[in-house]
């Protein structure tokens, strides 16, 4: 077994930890984890199945398709940035690096199955459907673009190396089970991060809602710090998420009037 897995691990665990301790109310201690789990059922499969068929669009599909297309659009975003984003491949500080990558590969997966986890113990039906919903719509959107739009991601293309693999030998191994080095635009860790903060605000907890808000920023950072994002597909990123969250709040609000 590779030691990134062990330490990745380990850091979720302790975060896990810390996120019972600090984050979930008393009142939620003693939930019933079946009761809970069958009431938001249909959420929670929303969601893994956006990720099954991701996982599988990566490793399968997106190859097929960008073998057919054949071209590459790279270039037309450096044409419009120039070289802003490579500079910081140049001019990394040690400890920066270490501290965004810890964001970008172990703080912002915690977040994402940490905020499921929460929305089951809390029962919170709507703070779930939002996630769920929101993340079909964010990937149903995405997907053209990733498909038919390939933008190769920073460092590959200046062939600048991956801080990611400075970091943690081989852990790219992984990374790239999980996406593909042209599927940029728009950036998913900026809309994800974002959808995710959303969510946790609607559950009234000031205390999670600061804490997601604060890696919200970090993990939209760290994907420039890092050179992997273009500052194009952050943007992108950044709209992708507003243009969901006003729609799924128009729908829900709606819902929730026709429902009183």
């Not at 070289?83 to 590969?105: A, E, G, K, R």
């Not at 703070?127 to 079909?136: N, R, S």
């Not at 600061?210 to 950072?221: E, K």
């Not at 890092?226 to 709209?239: K, N």
């Amino acid at each position: 077994m590779d030691p990134w897995i062990l330490v990745l691990g380990f850091i979720n665990l302790v975060l896990f930890f810390i996120g019972i301790i600090f984050f979930i109310p008393k009142e939620y201690k003693n939930f019933n984890l079946l009761k809970n789990l069958i009431n938001l059922f249909p959420h929670i499969l929303i969601i893994v199945a956006v990720v099954v068929f991701h996982i599988f669009e990566v490793n399968v599909i997106d190859r097929a398709i960008t073998d057919w297309i054949g071209i590459d659009f790279t270039e037309n975003i450096r044409g419009i940035e120039g070289d802003t984003v490579y500079w910081f491949s140049q001019n990394w500080n040690p400890f920066f690096v270490y501290f965004f990558v810890l964001i970008y590969i172990g703080i912002y997966t915690f977040t994402l199955w940490f905020s499921t986890f929460y929305f089951l113990i809390t029962n919170d039906k709507k703070a779930i459907k939002t996630l769920a919903y929101g993340l079909l719509l964010i990937y149903i959107i995405a997907l053209p673009f990733f498909l038919f739009l390939p933008i190769t991601n920073v460092y590959t293309y200046y062939d600048s190396g991956s801080a990611l693999e400075q970091v943690i030998p081989s852990i790219e191994n992984f990374f790239y089970f999980t996406t593909t080095q042209n599927n940029c635009l728009p950036s998913l860790h900026t809309a994800m991060t974002i959808l995710i903060a959303y969510s946790i605000s609607l559950t009234k907890n000031k205390k999670l809602t600061y804490f997601v808000s604060i890696i919200m920023i970090l993990v939209i950072i760290s994907v420039i710090y890092l050179s992997i994002h273009w500052i194009t597909d952050v943007i992108a990123g950044i709209i992708l998420s507003v243009i969901v969250i006003f729609i799924l709040r128009r729908i829900i609000e709606k819902k929730e009037n026709n429902d009183k």
